[in-house]
């Protein structure tokens, strides 16, 4: 059997319509304005990770996680992270879990130049099993971005495998294939320490960046794959010409799950954490800055056109 994402039981189509209608209702603003400064508010959770990180007994990563998610999409915003307030719900509060979570929360915090300023707890025994870590960033908009045009440069910085994302899918190909997270795989080692790898935060580089070049739009790869790109711009065409080398952990999941290539693409960052879209003699400067700090590369250009492809692995989404 061939597995999916809206097999496994996420359908990112679906998603994209519940937040399109929610947005109808409620209107599409994402940032206000205080005396004539402009901020922007980010929210989001670690997801089913959280799973891994119970089955594992390691709680010590998964608030690197919740921090990063939410930094990350301040950066695409153009916004500079400044404070963040995180939400923990619990099955039964439990003190040492509790702790260890805290740890990658600070720790995140600490890599993000950000302060925790406060935070809610719940007890949720008919709700919750194990716990739930959300959170909410907010970020000063410091960056304009310029119009993307044709010809523009697409930059893509590594990720640190899988991140928050697509955790659903992957491990019920695991389940399926008679693994736990305790078992080794020759190529990744324990199955559940390489799930667990913290979302990597990009908001050092980001800022580098931003403060020596015009940059035309970020996307953060996270669920839905390649489709973030889209929301950069709807009236253009991403062409990933040379994607990034995805690490050995995605190559098990397709292999494994008999995975056809469009839907990893769709379903998982595939090695490329953040997208950066900018002007083509603006390039030589933005990878010597970016790969002071991470992994970066020239992974395509934008043409004229709409919706994303990979030519070499003759993907298209529209």
């Known amino acids: ?43 989001d959770g670690v997801g089913s990770k959280v799973i891994v990180a119970n089955e594992m007994k390691k709680w010590d990563t998964i608030g690197i996680d919740c921090i990063a ?55 949720l025994p008919e709700i919750i099993r194990g716990f739930d870590l959300a959170g ?22 590594k990720s640190n495998g899988l991140h928050s994302n697509g955790y659903t899918l992957a491990r019920k190909v695991f389940k399926e294939n008679g693994y736990s997270f305790q078992d080794e795989i020759e190529e990744i080692g324990v ?5 667990l790898k913290p979302t990597r935060i990009y908001v050092k580089e980001i800022l580098h960046l931003w403060n020596e070049i015009d940059i035309k739009g970020i996307a953060h ?29 995605f190559k098990i999941i397709q292999k494994l799950g008999k995975i ?19 002007s083509r003699e603006d390039v030589d400067t933005a990878l010597d800055i970016l790969n002071k700090y991470v992994e970066a590369k020239i992974v395509g250009m934008v043409k004229k056109g709409k919706g994303v492809e990979i030519p070499k692995l003759k993907i298209y989404v529209n």
């Open 191 to 195: 199955i559940g320490n390489e799930l």
């Open 221 to 249: 790869i996270t669920g839905g794959g390649l489709r973030k790109l889209k929301r950069v711009n709807q009236e253009v065409c991403f062409c990933i010409e040379e994607p990034m080398q995805p690490q050995p952990i």
């Open 69 to 123: 998610m939410n930094v990350n999409d301040c950066l695409v915003l153009g916004a500079r992270p400044l404070a963040f307030v995180d939400y923990l719900a619990m099955e039964k509060m439990d003190v040492e879990k509790a702790k260890e979570i805290a740890k990658g929360l600070k720790k995140g915090a600490e890599e993000s130049g950000i302060e925790i300023i406060g935070g809610e707890t719940a007890t």
């Open 1 to 43: 059997m061939e597995f999916t994402y809206a097999k496994a039981g996420v359908d990112i189509d679906k998603e994209e319509d519940v937040v399109k209608n929610v947005l109808d209702i409620l209107g599409r603003k994402n940032r206000i304005e205080v005396n004539g400064m402009k901020f922007v508010l980010c929210t």
């Open 136 to 157: 909410t960033c907010l970020g000063i908009i410091e960056k304009k971005f310029n119009e993307i045009k044709e010809g523009d440069i697409i930059i893509g910085l």
């Open 260 to 278: 056809s290539d469009k839907e990893m693409y769709q379903t998982f960052n595939m090695g490329m954490g953040m997208a950066i879209i900018l």
